[in-house]
Structure formats: C-alpha cells, structure tokens
C-alpha cells in the first residue's frame, strides 16, 4: 500500500509506504512525482516505510521508470522502522546527485525539517 501527500505547490512531498509496494503503488509515486515536477524543481521528498515486506516484481520494474525523474529530486529522507534494511552505498551510487538521510520514525519531525531547510 502507497499513499502519496503533499502534491500542492510549496508542500512537501510524503510518500508513506506498508507491507508489499505493488506496480499500482509504484504507478502512484510516479503520477505524484510527476504532478509535483510540473509545479516545483527542486522536489524534496520524504519517504515513510512501515512494516515492509518487499516489492513485487512488477513494482520493480516501475520503479525503473522513475529513473526520468531524478535529476529533479535535491533532497529525500527515509523514515522508517525496523522492517526496512536501510541505505546502503549501492543506492547512494545510483543516485548520486541526491542528498540523502535516514532516520527512525520517532525521528520523522526531525526529516521534515531537514527537508525544509
């Protein structure tokens, strides 16, 4: 399940995903990213991930697609729980020109504020 927030002009865009991401969840987080494009660049993005169990394969091929967008990302945050790995250096290396943080959910106020910064 994705839910996406903050699509309007001079919000910040959350993205709060639980349990499998699904290719309609993957399609979800384009067409919020995309809307947010046409309106702002930079995009500053704050990700939330409860209780993860994977991504389908089909969702992992979506999320390919999502590659066109990254040169409009300046900074995202992940907020998440335990169920999440983590950042790892090979993320950091497909995305270079992205400022990225982590934090752990009793932290999310602390990553919209860095976002925000």
Known sequence: MLEANGEEQGE???ITTQKTATQEDLQKFKDALKAKTLQEEPVNILFIFKN??????????????????LNSINKSAIVADETF?????TIQKLIPSVELNQYPLEELEDARNWLRA
């Open 52 to 69: 993860i169990d994977g991504n389908t394969p089909k969702a992992v091929m979506e999320a390919l697609k999502i590659v066109l967008y």
């Open 85 to 89: 790995t983590g950042i790892d250096e």
């Open 12 to 14: 910040l865009l959350e």
